[in-house]
């Protein structure tokens, strides 16, 4: 399988991404951000997405925003991550060219990617390359994974070679070789054989 095979959802699981990324912020690329997010999320069912969020919790249907409602996700993840601006620093990275060593807009790599984003959003400085970053945190099971966690897999021969962050239903951006900074699924063959482990960073 291409490993670059973009996570295929629903038409409604890219609303309701959105909706999640600035439903309730003013973004001034608002529509060139929608864009490559519906772009991204293709797929043909109308049924509302299913979340996983964490061990030991329920599996919930998120129902379209309307006037007057509200997601039913916390604001603020158990390890301190705002969820709003943390995806607005994700999506501000999208389609952001591969290049190794980059650490800016102009171009990035899988940890320096990460590193942005957790500096950024977070005010944490994580580790520059994902060697390091996989000894950074604590580590989390597969079946536990929650909003921000940092994947690591094994794409080169030495443990770990790539990172990305955990999104949410198997979902995880990342910088991706072939096309930049990305949304993959974790479900992807590709990704699922080479998954060496995950790492949660609290506040």
Same mark, same amino acid.
């Given at each position: 399988m291409n490993p670059a095979t973009p996570y295929k959802a +629903?038409?409604?699981g890219a609303l309701e991404f959105w909706d999640r990324v600035a439903g309730r912020l003013f973004v001034p690329t608002v529509s060139a951000v929608a864009v490559v997010l519906s772009l991204t999320f293709m797929g043909c069912s109308s049924s509302a997405p299913r979340f996983r969020t964490g061990a030991n919790s329920e599996t919930s249907t998120v129902a379209p925003r309307g006037p007057g409602k509200s997601h039913r996700y916390p604001e603020v993840t158990p390890a301190g991550i705002d969820r709003d601006r943390f995806l607005l620093d994700v999506v501000?990275?999208?389609g952001v060219p591969y290049e190794y060593g980059g650490t800016s807009k102009v171009g990035i790599d899988c940890s320096g990617f990460t590193m942005r984003v957790y500096q950024s959003a977070m005010a944490t400085r994580l580790p520059r390359s994902a060697a390091e970053q996989f000894r950074f945190g604590r580590k989390v099971k597969? =079946? +536990?994974l929650m909003f921000g966690d940092l994947l @690591? @897999?094994?794409t080169t021969? =030495?443990?770990p070679s790539h990172v990305g962050i955990f999104i949410e239903d198997g979902i995880f951006a990342h910088a991706s070789l072939m096309n930049g900074v990305t949304l993959s699924s974790i479900e992807n063959q590709y990704y699922r054989d080479r998954f060496v482990g995950a790492r949660r960073v609290a506040r």
């Open positions: +629903s038409v409604q501000g990275y999208l597969v =079946d +536990s @690591f @897999f094994n021969g =030495d443990t």
